[in-house]
Nanobody, 126 residues
Framework: QVQLVESGGGWVQTGGSLRLSCAAS????????MGWFRQAPGKEREFVAA????????YYSRAVEGRFTISRDNAKTTVYLQMSSLKPEDSAIYFC???????????????????WGQGTQVTVSS
């Protein structure tokens, strides 16, 4: 069983930055691809970013590419999402997710992920 706990959400003005963290309680963290997804009120959950085991593979949605950076520290069993140049449309609950894979890749599809955190709220004011 994998437990994921997100932190770092909050309120920020347009153009500001936030760093989200997701701490995983699992011994084999380095064999999990990790993803960030978000869900705004009345909208479906959408892919934000994903990272493979080693960190060599990083994938972003078009909506955030160039503004967000995903990274991981396998020794700390933590994945991060650095968010910059935030916009009001980035406001959502952000979830991290874990996907055990045999290959060093990651998927942008939420149904590939087996474990989910409870989410952290990000609000960007205009």
């Amino acid at each position: 069983q994998v437990q994921l706990v997100e932190s770092g959400g909050g309120w920020v003005q347009t153009g500001g930055s936030l760093r989200l963290s997701c701490a995983a309680s699992v011994d084999t963290f380095s064999k999990y691809a990790m993803g960030w997804f978000r869900q705004a009120p009345g909208k479906e959950r959408e892919f934000v970013a994903a990272i493979s085991w080693s960190g060599a593979g990083r994938y972003y949605s078009r909506a955030v590419e160039g503004r967000f950076t995903i990274s991981r520290d396998n020794a700390k069993t933590t994945v991060y999402l650095q968010m910059s140049s935030l916009k009001p449309e980035d406001s959502a609950i952000y979830f991290c997710a874990a996907d055990w894979l045999e290959r060093d890749i990651a998927y942008p599809f939420f149904d590939k992920y087996d474990y989910w955190g409870q989410g952290t709220q990000v609000t960007v004011s205009s």
